[in-house]
């Protein structure tokens, strides 16, 4: 049996060139750097992977990237939302073929769908699936929260072996940690409280913000999960800054300009999502100051 995701898992950012064509040579340079400072998986096409400006092949060629460019070293995540289940399981196997590891979907976004819907969403997904789902759960974006009480017959499928929480409800993040179990993970997707969601049991974090600080995210899992809670606070307040500064401008941009700046060449953000103004580059690149130096 597939064991569960757990670590640091980086929602990776997707490379443009400045015509928004796909840049996948600093993609996979990009990975292999991310996986050099130590992080526990690689997520393509999520939030930060501004995977809904993507097209179905663009898609395709990111995963086969980044599966070629972790060559086994850590699990592929493959962000396969759509608001359609039936096009979720088609992604799912498309996946699949492609050699992912695991398969990450939001709840249906655009339309309204009632608790049951959901469930039978991800349930569909998970029967289908060659690959265990990983559920994302980011109600700021899907504007569809979903219900504890069916995230807690989700995680009971053995298909389905954790989920990705993206929320400052910290009573509910709560009561969604009470899911965990041997098979089934539950981690947070805020940037701002990777500590304190470790420090309460969370199976592991999904960090944008590893993208610019994988390093010191990876040193926060291991400081909370060896009890060096001093350690873990230490760096947590380090990378507040870049914390803050991510919702700058038009998400992911922010987090795109940090690791520009850091060396990378990921380009802009696409549109219909805004560049950054001189005036939000500038305070980004002050947050990067205040970090490294």
């Known amino acids: 049996m597939t064991a569960k995701p757990s670590g640091v898992i ?5 490379p443009f060139n400045p015509d928004y064509s796909l840049n996948l040579d600093e993609f996979k340079k990009f990975v292999d750097h991310l996986i050099e400072k130590s992080v526990n998986g690689i997520f393509p096409l999520g939030t930060n992977g501004e995977f809904a400006l993507l097209n179905p092949v663009e898609k395709q060629r990111v995963i086969e990237a980044a599966v070629e460019a972790a060559g086994g070293r850590v699990p592929v995540l493959a962000g396969i939302s759509d608001p359609s289940t039936m096009s979720v399981i088609e992604n799912a196997k498309i996946a699949a073929r492609l050699g992912a590891d695991y398969v990450v979907a939001t709840a249906p976004y655009y339309y309204r769908p009632k608790p049951e819907g959901i469930y039978l969403h991800f349930k569909s997904i998970a029967d289908s699936s060659p690959l265990p789902l990983v559920i994302y759960n980011i109600p700021s974006n899907t504007f569809n929260e979903i219900p504890l009480e069916v995230l807690q017959r989700l995680s009971d499928h053995p298909n389905i072996l954790g ?9 509910s993040y709560i009561e969604a940690l009470a899911l965990r179990s041997s098979k089934f993970s539950v981690m947070m997707g805020t940037d701002s409280l990777i500590y304190s969601a470790l420090e309460l049991g969370s199976d592991g974090v999904v960090s944008g913000l590893a993208n610019a600080a994988p390093a010191e995210c990876e040193t926060i899992f291991k400081a909370v999960s060896s009890r060096d809670l001093e350690r873990g606070m230490r760096e947590q307040m380090k990378i507040l800054p870049l914390a803050e500064a991510m919702f700058i401008g038009n998400f992911p941009a922010a987090v795109k300009e940090m690791v520009n700046l850091l060396g990378f060449r990921v380009g802009p953000v696409r549109p219909p999502l805004s560049p950054l103004t001189e005036r939000e580059r500038n305070t980004v690149a002050e947050a990067v100051k205040k970090v490294y130096g």
């Open 10 to 14: 980086v929602p990776v950012v997707t």
């Open 163 to 171: 989920m990705k929480y993206t929320t400052r409800d910290m009573p």
